[in-house]
């Protein structure tokens, strides 16, 4: 392999609990569920869907920060792979009581509130609240349902598990002994994989790759350019366990550190592609609101916590939910493939359904999204059968500035669900622009738009549904452009963007 690579490493480390591990000739699609319940018989952890949907098998992973600490996160274990618990620490239900048999005050606060019945998605629950403790704790129910989204329970209902995350509280921000037990565990983190290269496991199911940095992930996939981008797995990972797909080779870029950046220019937002969803929802959040919002419905919290925004672009498609707002806002990608970059609109990239504009080899470096300004006010629409954890039926998202005169000086607007890919409205543009923002031009705006999409029908909904959702929703975006006063949501910014 070529130098910018580096130094090889061919194990797998990582704390499981306070015990440290290093694994060798795995198969790099097992999944940590598969892991833990037949190699570690840590059966906590249940399989209940296999796909990150039910929360059974949340388990808690921590990682290294830049202030010398840990930072924790929930995910599904069914849909990660054991390798990308390198460098990291892995806790489950199991590693909660102390050494003395005592209850974790989340599990004590689970049996005062009779949370649990059956029991079998407890361990599940008990996971989300215990990283909901390490954050400090909430009393706020927002807060606390979106902690729980993920979690499905069929038994006891989620009053008493939503009273328990009340009455377990949180660690202290200034607990010196828990500051203590992070910095401990950083530091052994850190020495386990400092210097010590890129991971590469060689397997007969497969190889994986974990570059540490941007070149190594350029030069690593100008040389397997037909290498399956593992990011967080949250679609890859159902390829696997729902597909029964065989991948070879997986390159992981979670652990590349220069695609893990956000920041702002003057004019923009630059997210690279392996940010994850939960730590882009806040700066897309000032950039426009409902974006935030967008972000806050997709999936749940285990989901945020690993998916990203740069692999929702790059798997192309057409019901992805940031992909019509990022369109709307004027949104571009960059593209790298070796040493060479190149910037793309992102209404652009998509081509057709399952096809992009990106070459072998090629892959998404970062997102550049336009801040808002000059009066341009953006919305934006997610309509789904439930409002957390659901896949849309319609999504719309509007850029629109009204001049003084009442006129639409500018119109973007993008759909999801209506075509084959994320979709800009441009015939519905045209019918705006340079008219009074009025019913009658509102109107005509909405013919041009059924004579721009032919939505298909699906499980999800009808194509007449859909096109007079998407209609609608240019009358709702009328309604609150014009009477802003005017309700027109069930839940707004204010509950959903937390």
């Not at 609990?17 to 840590?42: A, F, H, N, W």
């Not at 030069?219 to 981008?229: F, G, I, N, S, W």
């Not at 366990?241 to 702002?264: C, F, N």
Request: negative net charge.
């Amino acid at each position: 392999m070529a130098s910018a690579t580096g130094s090889l490493r061919s194990d797998i480390r990582f704390l499981l609990g306070d015990e440290e591990r290093s694994l060798r000739d795995i198969d790099p699609q097992m999944t940590v569920l598969e892991y833990l319940r037949l190699d570690e018989r840590k059966v906590g952890t249940k399989e209940g869907c296999a796909e990150g949907d039910c929360g059974a098998c949340t388990v808690v992973l921590g990682e290294p920060d830049d202030k010398g600490g840990m930072a924790y996160r929930t995910v599904n274990a069914c849909i990660q792979f054991v390798p990308t618990l390198d460098g990291k620490q892995l806790l489950t239900v199991e590693h909660l009581k102390s050494t003395d048999g005592t209850l974790h005050p989340v599990q004590q606060a689970m049996v005062d509130t009779h949370g649990s019945q059956c029991g079998f998605c407890t361990p599940g629950f008990v996971m989300s609240l215990y990283q909901l403790w390490l954050d400090g704790g909430e009393d706020d129910r927002g807060a606390i349902n979106d902690a729980l989204a993920g979690n499905l329970c069929r038994c006891t209902g989620y009053g008493p598990i939503i009273e328990a995350a009340r009455k377990a509280g949180g660690v202290a921000a200034n607990d010196s002994a828990e500051q203590k037990r992070r910095a401990d565990i950083a530091a052994k983190l850190t020495a386990m994989v400092a210097d010590e290269g890129t991971l590469a496991l060689e397997h007969p199911a497969g190889r994986y790759f974990a570059p540490r940095t941007s070149d190594e992930l350029a030069e690593l996939l100008v040389a397997h350019p037909d290498a399956t981008v593992l990011a967080g797995g949250t679609d890859v990972g159902l390829w696997v366990t729902k597909m029964l797909k065989r991948l070879d080779p997986i390159i992981y870029i979670g652990d590349v550190a220069d695609i893990q950046s956000v920041y702002e220019t003057e004019d923009a937002l630059i997210i690279g592609a392996g940010v994850t969803y939960s730590r882009a929802h806040e700066a897309l959040g000032r950039v426009a609101s409902d974006v935030g919002e967008l972000v806050r419905r997709i999936g749940s919290r285990q989901i945020r916590n690993a998916g990203t925004l740069g692999g929702n672009i790059a798997n192309g498609s057409p019901i992805g939910d940031t992909p019509p707002a990022l369109i709307a806002l004027g949104a571009k990608i960059v593209l790298r493939m070796g040493d060479v970059r190149r910037e793309v609109p992102l209404e652009e990239f998509f081509i057709t359904y399952g096809k992009q504009d990106r070459v072998a080899g090629e892959f998404v470096e970062s997102v550049i999204v336009p801040k808002t300004k000059n009066g341009l006010v953006f919305k934006a629409y997610k309509i789904s059968k439930r409002f957390d954890q659901d896949i849309t039926a319609v999504l719309a998202a509007f850029a629109i500035k009204v001049d003084d005169s009442g006129k639409v000086s500018e119109f973007r607007a993008a759909f999801g669900g209506m075509a084959g890919t994320p979709m800009r409205a441009k015939k519905c543009e045209a019918a705006l622009i340079g008219k009074d923002w009025n019913e009658a031009n509102l109107n005509a705006a909405q013919v041009a738009l059924a004579n721009e999409f032919e939505p298909m029908s699906d499980m999800r909904a009808s194509k007449e549904y859909r096109m007079l959702v998407a209609q609608n929703l240019l009358t709702k975006l009328f309604i609150e452009t014009s009477a802003p006063d005017v309700a027109t949501r069930l839940v707004g910014k204010e509950a959903a963007h937390v």
